[in-house]
């Protein structure tokens, strides 16, 4: 019997173990800065730094980008690391938690649809519409006051996972997912390094301390984004763009199970809706 699985399924196990393993980064980073007294953007940047440096050390030498092309893809998947991480923590700074993430994450799949989808299938629509709808759902705060510049951040920083997404679902010959998350990381964290020390990079070194930093760097980051660049490879953008709502479902539930946050009626609601969109969305994907 093989248990060698289709193209279409080992590029949908990709997306969703890089949705997950997301998840799991929000928590270990909310950690990690309490423990730390980190800045959320230090704790973005440390993020990046060591998730390319484990990456890095994976790779034993190997992969480093020889071409022009390769170099220029790596440049620019740094800087849209960057831009990503930065935009967001500011739309959090400015509004809140759940609105920069319900935005972002939300915003995200809706601009990859209208830029690579030339006519939007039915399928594709009910998934993008029940996703928005399930995260609001998920994230919504009833008198939470809205911020147009958190927003704006917000949808900045969609834009940049968007592109992100579109870029590097067009693969460059010679250069992997792993090295392109390798490098990536790193010049995304380099690039990032000026303003989050601007915060405060110092951390004590203690065993919990390292120990979530290892985690954070190495699981959420250099293993979720090597998986999502290699799901990329055969699934269709849009695809990809939707698995990223795995990370606020994921998010919610291990605070529930872990921490002890009691999630509310119309937040398990938005939790079914998500499951459910993306459902419909791996199960009639748009044609790569």
């Known amino acids: 019997m093989s248990l060698v699985l289709p193209t279409r399924a080992r590029s949908s196990a990709a997306l969703v173990l890089a949705g997950v393993l997301w998840g799991t980064g ?93 006519k939007i299938r039915r399928w594709t629509m009910v998934s993008t519409a029940g996703t928005l709808a399930g995260l609001v759902l998920l994230q919504w705060s009833p008198g939470e006051a809205i911020s147009f510049g958190g927003l704006g951040f917000a949808l900045l920083a969609a834009a940049g996972f968007a592109t992100l997404t579109l870029l590097t679902a067009k693969p460059v010959d010679g250069l992997d997912p792993l090295p392109t998350t390798a490098f990536g990381c790193l010049t995304g964290g380099l690039l990032l390094l000026p303003v989050a020390s601007w915060t405060g990079m110092a951390i004590p070194l203690h065993t919990d301390v390292l120990a979530l930093l290892c985690y954070l760097g190495a699981v959420p980051t250099a293993l979720a984004y090597a998986a999502y660049l290699r799901g990329l490879a055969d699934a269709h953008p849009v695809l990809g763009a939707l698995s990223a709502v795995l990370e606020p479902l994921t998010a919610a539930v291990l605070s529930a199970v872990l921490l002890g946050e009691r999630l509310s009626v119309t937040a398990w609601c938005g939790a079914a809706v998500l499951v459910a969109a ?10 790569r």
């Open 26 to 118: 929000g928590l270990a980073g909310s950690l990690l800065g309490q423990r730390a007294g980190l800045h959320p953007l230090a704790v973005a940047d440390y993020r990046l730094l060591v998730g390319g440096a484990v990456a890095t050390l994976v790779l034993k030498g190997r992969g480093f980008p020889r071409t022009p092309e390769a170099l220029r893809r790596i440049l620019v998947v740094g800087g849209l690391f960057a831009l990503f991480q930065a935009s967001y923590f500011a739309a959090v700074a400015l509004s809140s938690v759940s609105v920069a993430t319900m935005t972002t994450i939300g915003a995200a799949p809706v601009i990859v649809t209208l830029l690579s989808v030339r």
């Open 278 to 287: 993306l459902g419909v969305g791996y199960w009639r994907p748009e044609p």
